[in-house]
Each structure stands twice: as structure tokens, then as C-alpha cells.
């Protein structure tokens, strides 16, 4: 188990490199930062002067060394320093860690929701299969699967707080403000997990183990309660895991349409701003989330399922 | 891809005529299974029309997409100007027709869509014949880069490789098929590693076939359902990826118009034009959820190892 958690570990330190990588030429895929940085009508000395100030006159393996491991003031980003926002002149990752909270709340919600909905509709679709509970939950797996999340918030929106006015629009503040964006962003994973759930569900039940609890007379309720709903956990487990991790970083849209400050509504708001220094920042931040998510479904998977091996 | 397709084409030209005079073909066969299965019928009529839109847009739109008069702006559905023209779904907030926006919109959606898959899929499905067929070393490799790239958070990073390159057709479609080509990859290299020890593929290399000659004759081919199944699955993903970063402004830039793009537009007047968010919207899902019915049928007709109990 431990040589198993360790070889996870050095698999997702090797991707956060390859993300810093990433996050580091960033700037440098049009060929110039100025590029992107200057206005377009800055003159050949105003570039010339802003590329010394920023260290872009340097050799790449110069810059890339001063980006992780810093030069005068700055720190490096392994020590998450990303420089300051070049808009609100505040270390760039001070501003992204102050907006995780609204995305983790945001994320967290939407997978309750997903789940008090999923779970039960996998179970009664897979016990009642072929019947009218059946067609009726794979009709809306579809349609989660079909509708775009952003335009069922917008939809949402015109009928719960425009026609209705039941909820806001958008805001933070009121408990009662999660709960579209909620909706909204746990569509997706709610249809995942629904045919996850009754997908494995029938598997199971197929088993022959299942089959011998049955033939020796225990309850139909029993045969799905003790011995099916157990064995069926396992990739359930895995993918509510894995929906978790997308969601952190999958809600940039539903953050923008319902103003949830989060960190998704920051990077569109930095690109739009040019502030890269914030934009490389949260895709950092974000992947790191993501990838220790990841691992820590591995982990748990390993850890419910004694028949993974760890070698 | 094209020397594949045209070797595939004309082997099944000449299956075509053999089995002409044996029975019905293959394609017949198609068309005879797909009348038993109506939402995948409707699947096919929706793909069809918005193919069809998206070439020939002109034949199908009742007014100019692009032309602005603010003597009709935000009108409802149904609204007759002065001259008798209708514009069945109203107008949007410079005056211009929705029905046409909506069929010139297809446009973008679409070719982004199909190019993202082919993108994606001629990427993936090439390492994943190089891997599946030298496995080793070689698979290693490919593997964790597989690995490192599906834990990347994809929508952040994507959004930031847009706003640095600048907006455009090409660079969208670059965006998406960063990650995508990871599901084909992993998809082909599992089939190839299964056939790769089967007597065709021996007797093959016996009678002499190079390497490329036996990815390509012996092991594409038996791969390529599969791709198809996944092919079409993906499109409907890409084209709400698009319209996610249309919606976000990091989309083709206006005025050409796209679905995602005019719901952004739509978004400023949802308490009082709800029609501009409605119908950009209703045309997205359903060609959406068109392309995952057909996706579904194919999953089953030519893929009945990925059924499982899934019906």
C-alpha cells in the first residue's frame, strides 16, 4: 500500500511539473510575450524597455528557472509566489486562494444535489428495468447528457427569478443563492453518475453471488441492500471521485452566468484584463486541487477494493 | 487519414458490388436497423439539417443574418414589420432575425465540431496504433502522457491557450483537440493490443507485410468502429465546448454568429427578451442530444462489447 501511494505521488508531481510547464510558456506561445502584454501601439522602445523589466530579454532557461525558483523579490511559484496581478498590483496568488472557497462550496453542492438525485434514480432504474422508471430516468440521463449546463442556468434563471422570482440571479451572500448555479453545474455529473449507478448496479446483480442469496430466500430488498449495493460501490465511489475533481475546475461557466465569485470567474475576468500573472496562478492552483483529488480517489479505490494490487 | 479512407472506400465499393448480387448490403442493413430505433432516426433528420444549414445556410435563412435596424430591435416572436416581413423568432437587441442568426450559427458550431474530431481523432488514433502495436517502452511513454494530460483542469487551460493566440476558427479547434485525442488514443491501443497476437496479424507479418502495412490494413480497420462510436459521442461534447467559449466571449469573434454568442448577447435581457436566450439554446440542445442518439445506436450496432448492460 505505501509503495502504491508513493508511486501516485511521483505520477502527479511529474503532471504538476508538466502544468508548470505549461503555465510557464503560456506567455511565450505567440513567440513574444509583448505580444500579448503591450498594446499593440507601444512603440519598439516601450517593448524593448518592458521585456528588461519583466526579465523577457533574458535566454528561456534563465526565465524558466527564475519562474520556479525565483530572482530579487519574487519567490518562484514553488513557493506559489506567481508575481503580482499586473491590475490590482496584489501577489497574484493571494487573489486566487481568496475566491476557492465560493468554487469549493459551488462544487461541493452541486455533487450533493447530483447524488440525492442520481443515486436513487440509478437504483430504481436498474431494479425496475424496462419499465416506465426506467425509460423515464434514461430519457433525463439523456437530456443531462445533452443540455448545455450554461444555458440551463440561463433558463433557470428566466423562469425561478424573473417569472417566479422565488431565487436571485446571482450573488453569495443568501444561502438561497447556491441553489441554481447548484443545479446548473451538477447537471452533467448527475446523468454520469445516474448510468454509473445503474449500469453497475445490473452488473452486480448478474453475479452469481447474487443469484445464491436469492435462491437460499432472502428478500429481494436485502439481495440489493446488503449483498448488490456493496459490490456496486466501488465504481460508484470512483466516479462521484473523479466528477468532484471536473467540477472544481469544470464550473468556469456556470460561475460567470450566475456572478458566483469563484475562481473560474476570475481567470475570465484576468484574461480580459490581460492579468496573466492571476490566469497562470489559478490554472496552477486549480490543477493542483484536481490532481490531489485524483490521487486521493486512487487511493481510496485501492483501499475499498482489497483485489487492486499495489505492485 | 486520407489514404486510409480512400483504401477503406474502395474495399467496401467492391464488397458493395459483391454482395449486390447475394442480398441486401451493409448500408441497406444500416438503414433497415435504423427504422427499428426512431429516436436514432431522428438523430440522423436533426444531424442532417444542421449539416445542411451549415452548407447552404443561405437557402434556408429568411433575412440577413448580420443586418441591423433599430427600428425593430428586441421585437417578439412572430413580429411582421411594416414591409410584411415576419421574423417568426423575433428579433435580438440591434434588430436582427433570429431564425437566420440561428441557421448561420450552425455553421460555426458545426465546423468546429467535425474538425475537432478529426483533430483529435487522426492524433489519438495514430499513437494509439504506435502504442498498442511496439507496447513496452514505447506504450509506457504514450500512456503517461495520456495520464498527464487528463489531469490537467482542460476548460481553464483551454480558455487561456484561446485568449493568448487570439479567437479563431483554428485555434479553438487546436484548444479542444489537446485533450481529446487522449479518449481515441486509449480506445485504439486497447484493440490493437488485443489483436496484435491474432493469427491474421501473424500470417500477415509471415507473408511479409511491413509495419505500416499492417496498422494500417489489418488493425485500422477492425479499430475504426470503435473510433466511430467515440467519434460521435465526442461531436456533441465539442459543440457545446464551443458554445461554452463562445458564450464566454473567447469564441469566434462577432458578428458572425454563433449559438453561444447570441446567448451571451441574450444574456443582458433575460427579464425582458427572453427569446433571445430560448431559441439559440433549444437549437444547441437539440443537435446536441440529435448527435447522442445517433451516438447510442452506433454504440450498439457496431460496438456491442461497449453495450454492456447498458439497454
Same mark, same amino acid.
Given at each position: 500500500?505505501?509503495?502504491?501511494?508513493?508511486?501516485?505521488?511521483?505520477?502527479? !508531481?511529474?503532471?504538476?511539473?508538466?502544468?508548470?510547464?505549461?503555465?510557464?510558456?503560456?506567455?511565450?506561445?505567440?513567440?513574444?510575450?509583448?505580444?500579448?502584454?503591450?498594446?499593440?501601439?507601444?512603440?519598439?522602445?516601450?517593448?524593448?524597455?518592458?521585456?528588461?523589466?519583466?526579465?523577457?530579454?533574458?535566454?528561456?532557461?534563465?526565465?524558466?528557472?527564475?519562474?520556479?525558483?525565483?530572482?530579487?523579490?519574487?519567490?518562484?511559484?514553488?513557493?506559489?509566489?506567481?508575481?503580482?496581478?499586473?491590475?490590482?498590483?496584489?501577489?497574484?496568488?493571494?487573489?486566487?486562494?481568496?475566491?476557492?472557497?465560493?468554487? *469549493?462550496?459551488?462544487?461541493?453542492?452541486?455533487?450533493?444535489?447530483?447524488?440525492?438525485?442520481?443515486?436513487?434514480?440509478?437504483? !430504481?432504474?436498474?431494479?425496475?428495468?424496462?419499465?416506465?422508471?426506467?425509460?423515464?430516468?434514461?430519457?433525463?440521463?439523456?437530456?443531462?447528457?445533452?443540455?448545455?449546463?450554461?444555458?440551463?442556468?440561463?433558463?433557470?434563471?428566466? !423562469?425561478?427569478?424573473?417569472?417566479?422570482?422565488?431565487?436571485?440571479?446571482?450573488?453569495?451572500?443568501?444561502?438561497?443563492?447556491?441553489?441554481?448555479?447548484?443545479?446548473?453545474?451538477?447537471?452533467?455529473?448527475?446523468?454520469?453518475?445516474?448510468?454509473?449507478?445503474?449500469?453497475? !448496479?445490473?452488473?452486480?446483480?448478474?453475479?452469481?453471488?447474487?443469484?445464491?442469496?436469492?435462491?437460499?430466500?432472502?428478500?429481494?430488498?436485502?439481495?440489493?441492500?446488503?449483498?448488490?449495493?456493496?459490490?456496486?460501490?466501488?465504481?460508484? *465511489?470512483?466516479?462521484?471521485?473523479?466528477?468532484?475533481?471536473?467540477?472544481?475546475?469544470?464550473?468556469?461557466?456556470?460561475?460567470?452566468?450566475?456572478?458566483?465569485?469563484?475562481?473560474?470567474?476570475? *481567470?475570465?475576468?484576468?484574461?480580459?484584463?490581460?492579468?496573466?500573472?492571476?490566469?497562470?496562478?489559478?490554472?496552477?492552483?486549480?490543477?493542483?486541487?484536481?490532481?490531489?483529488?485524483?490521487?486521493?480517489?486512487?487511493?481510496?479505490?485501492?483501499?475499498?477494493?482489497?483485489?487492486?494490487?499495489?505492485? | 487519414?486520407?489514404?486510409? $479512407?480512400?483504401?477503406?472506400?474502395?474495399? &467496401? &465499393?467492391?464488397?458493395?458490388?459483391?454482395?449486390?448480387?447475394?442480398?441486401?448490403?451493409?448500408?441497406?442493413?444500416?438503414?433497415?436497423?435504423?427504422?427499428?430505433?426512431?429516436?436514432?432516426?431522428?438523430?440522423?433528420?436533426?444531424?442532417?439539417?444542421?449539416?445542411?444549414?451549415?452548407?447552404?445556410?443561405?437557402?434556408?435563412?429568411?433575412?440577413?443574418?448580420?443586418?441591423?435596424?433599430?427600428?425593430?430591435?428586441?421585437?417578439?416572436?412572430?413580429?411582421?414589420?411594416?414591409?410584411?416581413?415576419?421574423?417568426? @423568432?423575433?428579433?435580438?437587441?440591434?434588430? /436582427?432575425?433570429?431564425? &437566420?442568426?440561428?441557421?448561420?450559427?450552425?455553421?460555426?458550431?458545426?465546423?468546429?465540431?467535425?474538425?475537432?474530431?478529426?483533430?483529435?481523432?487522426?492524433?489519438?488514433?495514430?499513437?494509439?496504433?504506435?502504442?498498442?502495436?511496439?507496447?513496452?517502452?514505447?506504450?509506457?511513454?504514450?500512456?503517461?502522457?495520456?495520464?498527464?494530460?487528463?489531469?490537467?483542469?482542460?476548460?481553464?487551460?483551454?480558455?487561456?491557450?484561446?485568449?493568448?493566440?487570439?479567437?479563431? @476558427?483554428? $485555434?479553438?479547434?487546436?484548444?479542444?483537440?489537446?485533450?481529446?485525442?487522449?479518449?481515441?488514443?486509449?480506445?485504439?491501443?486497447?484493440?490493437?493490443?488485443?489483436?496484435?497476437?491474432?493469427?491474421?496479424?501473424?500470417?500477415?507479418?509471415?507473408?511479409?507485410?511491413?509495419?505500416?502495412?499492417?496498422? @494500417?490494413?489489418?488493425?485500422?480497420?477492425?479499430?475504426?468502429?470503435?473510433?466511430?462510436?467515440?467519434?460521435?459521442?465526442?461531436?456533441?461534447?465539442?459543440?457545446?465546448?464551443?458554445?461554452?467559449?463562445?458564450?464566454?466571449?473567447?469564441?469566434?469573434?462577432?458578428?458572425?454568429?454563433?449559438?453561444?454568442?447570441?446567448?451571451?448577447?441574450?444574456?443582458?435581457?433575460?427579464?425582458?427578451?427572453?427569446? @433571445?436566450?430560448?431559441?439559440?439554446?433549444?437549437?444547441?440542445?437539440?443537435?446536441?442530444?440529435?448527435? $447522442?442518439?445517433?451516438?447510442?445506436?452506433?454504440?450498439?450496432?457496431?460496438?456491442? /462489447?461497449?453495450? /454492456?448492460?447498458?439497454?
Amino acid at each position: 500500500m505505501r509503495a502504491f501511494i508513493i508511486r501516485g505521488l511521483m505520477q502527479s !508531481l511529474i503532471v504538476l511539473w508538466v502544468v508548470l510547464l505549461i503555465v510557464f510558456l503560456m506567455l511565450h506561445m505567440t513567440g513574444d510575450p509583448a505580444d500579448v502584454l503591450m498594446p499593440e501601439e507601444a512603440t519598439m522602445e516601450e517593448v524593448a524597455e518592458f521585456n528588461k523589466e519583466m526579465g523577457f530579454d533574458k535566454p528561456i532557461y534563465v526565465q524558466y528557472f527564475n519562474f520556479l525558483f525565483g530572482h530579487e523579490k519574487n519567490l518562484g511559484v514553488l513557493r506559489g509566489d506567481f508575481g503580482d496581478s499586473y491590475y490590482h498590483n496584489v501577489p497574484a496568488m493571494g487573489l486566487v486562494t481568496e475566491r476557492i472557497p465560493a468554487t *469549493v462550496i459551488l462544487a461541493v453542492v452541486a455533487l450533493l444535489v447530483g447524488l440525492v438525485i442520481a443515486i436513487p434514480a440509478g437504483i !430504481l432504474s436498474a431494479v425496475f428495468r424496462k419499465t416506465w422508471i426506467d425509460h423515464f430516468s434514461s430519457v433525463l440521463s439523456m437530456a443531462g447528457q445533452s443540455i448545455p449546463n450554461f444555458w440551463l442556468g440561463l433558463m433557470l434563471i428566466i !423562469l425561478f427569478s424573473e417569472i417566479l422570482g422565488w431565487l436571485p440571479t446571482s450573488g453569495y451572500r443568501e444561502a438561497k443563492s447556491i441553489v441554481l448555479p447548484a443545479l446548473a453545474a451538477g447537471l452533467y455529473a448527475t446523468a454520469r453518475i445516474m448510468r454509473m449507478m445503474r449500469s453497475t !448496479l445490473l452488473e452486480v446483480m448478474a453475479q452469481d453471488f447474487v443469484n445464491t442469496a436469492r435462491s437460499k430466500g432472502v428478500s429481494e430488498a436485502l439481495v440489493i441492500g446488503r449483498h448488490a449495493l456493496k459490490n456496486a460501490a466501488i465504481p460508484v *465511489v470512483t466516479i462521484i471521485g473523479l466528477e468532484l475533481g471536473g467540477l472544481l475546475s469544470g464550473t468556469v461557466v456556470i460561475e460567470v452566468v450566475f456572478a458566483w465569485p469563484g475562481v473560474g470567474w476570475l *481567470v475570465v475576468e484576468s484574461i480580459n484584463a490581460n492579468d496573466y500573472p492571476v490566469v497562470q496562478a489559478a490554472v496552477a492552483l486549480l490543477s493542483f486541487m484536481f490532481v490531489g483529488v485524483n490521487l486521493a480517489v486512487d487511493i481510496l479505490y485501492a483501499w475499498l477494493d482489497p483485489r487492486i494490487s499495489y505492485s | 487519414m486520407a489514404t486510409d $479512407n480512400t483504401i477503406n472506400a474502395g474495399a &467496401s &465499393s467492391k464488397i458493395d458490388q459483391e454482395m449486390d448480387d447475394r442480398g441486401p448490403s451493409e448500408l441497406q442493413l444500416a438503414w433497415r436497423e435504423l427504422l427499428k430505433r426512431p429516436p436514432a432516426l431522428f438523430g440522423v433528420f436533426v444531424i442532417i439539417t444542421a449539416i445542411l444549414w451549415a452548407l447552404v445556410p443561405g437557402l434556408f435563412s429568411p433575412h440577413d443574418p448580420l443586418l441591423q435596424d433599430l427600428e425593430r430591435y428586441l421585437k417578439p416572436p412572430g413580429f411582421v414589420d411594416a414591409a410584411g416581413n415576419t421574423y417568426w @423568432l423575433g428579433t435580438d437587441q440591434l434588430g /436582427r432575425d433570429i431564425v &437566420s442568426r440561428i441557421i448561420w450559427g450552425s455553421r460555426v458550431s458545426l465546423s468546429v465540431g467535425f474538425a475537432a474530431v478529426f483533430v483529435s481523432g487522426s492524433i489519438g488514433i495514430g499513437l494509439g496504433l504506435i502504442a498498442g502495436y511496439f507496447g513496452g517502452k514505447v506504450d509506457a511513454v504514450i500512456s503517461r502522457i495520456v495520464d498527464a494530460v487528463l489531469a490537467i483542469p482542460f476548460v481553464l487551460l483551454a480558455i487561456s491557450i484561446i485568449a493568448i493566440l487570439g479567437a479563431s @476558427l483554428q $485555434n479553438i479547434v487546436l484548444a479542444i483537440a489537446l485533450r481529446t485525442w487522449t479518449v481515441y488514443t486509449r480506445v485504439v491501443r486497447g484493440e490493437v493490443f488485443a489483436l496484435k497476437e491474432s493469427d491474421m496479424v501473424t500470417a500477415a507479418r509471415a507473408s511479409g507485410c511491413g509495419t505500416l502495412r499492417i496498422m @494500417l490494413i489489418y488493425l485500422l480497420p477492425n479499430a475504426f468502429s470503435s473510433c466511430i462510436v467515440v467519434a460521435t459521442i465526442y461531436l456533441g461534447r465539442m459543440i457545446i465546448i464551443e458554445s461554452s467559449f463562445s458564450f464566454l466571449g473567447m469564441g469566434v469573434p462577432p458578428p458572425t454568429p454563433t449559438w453561444g454568442g447570441m446567448l451571451a448577447e441574450g444574456r443582458g435581457f433575460l427579464d425582458t427578451a427572453w427569446w @433571445l436566450t430560448l431559441f439559440p439554446g433549444v437549437a444547441l440542445t437539440v443537435t446536441v442530444l440529435g448527435v $447522442n442518439l445517433l451516438g447510442d445506436w452506433l454504440r450498439d450496432v457496431l460496438d456491442p /462489447r461497449m453495450k /454492456r448492460l447498458d439497454d
